[in-house]
C-alpha cells in the first residue's frame, strides 16, 4: 500500500469522517446570471458523473451527490470562491481528480483571470466522534502541561479552546500551512449530543499567478505538501492523542 493509502486507511481508524475539500479564493464578485452557473454545473455534471442534484442556500449554489452522505461530493459558487469537497474517498485521487477538473473549468466559464485569484486552499479535514466538554479535551490534550494551563484555576468552566498554528512552508511566503482545533459545541449544546471535534489542515498558496495553466502545478504542488504535513504531522502529532483523549469521554 502507497503511503497515500496508508494515511487515508489510518485517518480512518481515528476519525468518524475524513474529507478533502479546496477553495478558489476571489477578489471580485463571481457572476451570477443563470446561464452562466448552469452552464458551468452542467459541464461539471459531464465532468463529474455523481454530481446530480443542484441545489440553492443563503449565498450559495451548489451542485451535489445524492445517496449515501457519507461519500458525498459537491462544487458550489459563492460570492466571491468557488468550491468542492468530497467526504471519505477511498483514494485521494477521487478528490484530486474533482478538484482539478473546477481549477480547469471554472475560470473559463466564470471569466476568471489570474489576476483576480487570491489564493488556492487545499484542505484535509477530520472530524472526531466526541462527547462531553470539547474544550476541555482540547485543552487537556494539547494545552494541559503548559505554562497556559496555569490561566485555569478550579471551579472554571473551559468554553472555547480552539488551538491555530500557521507557518510558511520552507520559508516561502506564498506557502502557508494552517492547522487548528476546532471545537463544535456552543452555549447550551449538550456535551452528549456527539457533535465531532475537527481538526483542519489547510494548505494555502497565495497569488499573484502567472497563468490558469499555473493552476495545475500549484495544485500538485498543495496535494504533495498536505500529504506529508498530514501523515508526519498532523495524524500523529494532532489528530492521534486527540482520538486518545476522546476515548475517556
Same mark, same amino acid.
Given at each position: 500500500?502507497?503511503?497515500?493509502?496508508?494515511?487515508?486507511?489510518?485517518?480512518?481508524?481515528? !476519525?468518524? +469522517?475524513?474529507?478533502?475539500? $479546496?477553495?478558489?479564493?476571489?477578489?471580485?464578485?463571481?457572476?451570477?446570471?443563470?446561464?452562466? #452557473?448552469? +452552464?458551468?454545473?452542467?459541464?461539471?455534471?459531464?465532468? !463529474?458523473?455523481?454530481?446530480?442534484?443542484?441545489? @440553492?442556500?443563503?449565498?450559495?449554489?451548489?451542485?451535489?451527490?445524492?445517496?449515501?452522505?457519507?461519500?458525498?461530493?459537491?462544487?458550489?459558487? @459563492?460570492?466571491?470562491?468557488?468550491?468542492?469537497?468530497?467526504?471519505?474517498? $477511498?483514494?485521494?485521487?477521487?478528490?484530486?481528480?474533482?478538484?482539478?477538473?473546477?481549477? @480547469?473549468?471554472?475560470?473559463?466559464?466564470?471569466?476568471?483571470?489570474?489576476?483576480?485569484?487570491? !489564493?488556492? +486552499?487545499?484542505?484535509?479535514?477530520?472530524?472526531?466522534?466526541?462527547?462531553?466538554?470539547?474544550?476541555?479535551?482540547?485543552?487537556?490534550?494539547?494545552?494541559?502541561?503548559?505554562?497556559?494551563?496555569?490561566?485555569?484555576?478550579?471551579?472554571?468552566?473551559? !468554553?472555547?479552546?480552539?488551538?491555530?498554528?500557521?507557518?510558511?512552508?520552507?520559508?516561502?511566503?506564498?506557502?502557508?500551512?494552517?492547522?487548528? #482545533?476546532?471545537?463544535?459545541?456552543? %452555549?447550551?449544546?449538550?456535551?452528549?449530543?456527539?457533535?465531532?471535534?475537527?481538526?483542519?489542515?489547510?494548505?494555502?498558496?497565495?497569488?499573484?499567478?502567472?497563468?490558469?495553466? $499555473?493552476?495545475?502545478?500549484?495544485?500538485?504542488?498543495?496535494?504533495?505538501?498536505?500529504?506529508?504535513?498530514?501523515?508526519?504531522?498532523?495524524? %500523529?502529532?494532532?489528530?492521534?492523542?486527540?482520538? $486518545?483523549?476522546?476515548?475517556?469521554?
Amino acid at each position: 500500500m502507497t503511503g497515500v493509502g496508508q494515511m487515508l486507511e489510518g485517518a480512518g481508524t481515528l !476519525c468518524s +469522517d475524513v474529507f478533502v475539500n $479546496q477553495r478558489l479564493a476571489l477578489t471580485m464578485d463571481l457572476p451570477s446570471r443563470r446561464e452562466t #452557473v448552469l +452552464d458551468l454545473f452542467d459541464r461539471m455534471r459531464k465532468s !463529474c458523473p455523481g454530481l446530480t442534484a443542484l441545489r @440553492r442556500y443563503d449565498g450559495e449554489y451548489a451542485l451535489e451527490s445524492e445517496g449515501d452522505p457519507r461519500r458525498a461530493s459537491w462544487v458550489s459558487l @459563492r460570492r466571491t470562491s468557488v468550491r468542492s469537497g468530497m467526504v471519505n474517498p $477511498q483514494d485521494l485521487s477521487e478528490p484530486y481528480d474533482l478538484h482539478r477538473s473546477v481549477l @480547469r473549468t471554472a475560470p473559463y466559464y466564470l471569466s476568471i483571470t489570474p489576476l483576480d485569484v487570491e !489564493c488556492i +486552499d487545499l484542505v484535509f479535514g477530520f472530524d472526531l466522534a466526541a462527547h462531553g466538554n470539547h474544550d476541555e479535551a482540547v485543552f487537556e490534550t494539547f494545552l494541559d502541561h503548559s505554562p497556559l494551563a496555569g490561566l485555569v484555576r478550579d471551579g472554571d468552566v473551559l !468554553c472555547d479552546v480552539q488551538p491555530l498554528m500557521a507557518f510558511h512552508i520552507e520559508g516561502d511566503p506564498s506557502t502557508t500551512a494552517v492547522i487548528e #482545533v476546532r471545537t463544535k459545541q456552543t %452555549p447550551g449544546t449538550d456535551a452528549r449530543s456527539g457533535a465531532p471535534v475537527s481538526v483542519f489542515l489547510t494548505v494555502r498558496r497565495r497569488g499573484p499567478f502567472s497563468s490558469l495553466d $499555473q493552476f495545475d502545478e500549484v495544485f500538485g504542488s498543495l496535494a504533495g505538501w498536505a500529504e506529508r504535513i498530514a501523515e508526519d504531522r498532523v495524524i %500523529p502529532q494532532v489528530v492521534a492523542p486527540l482520538h $486518545q483523549r476522546l476515548l475517556l469521554g
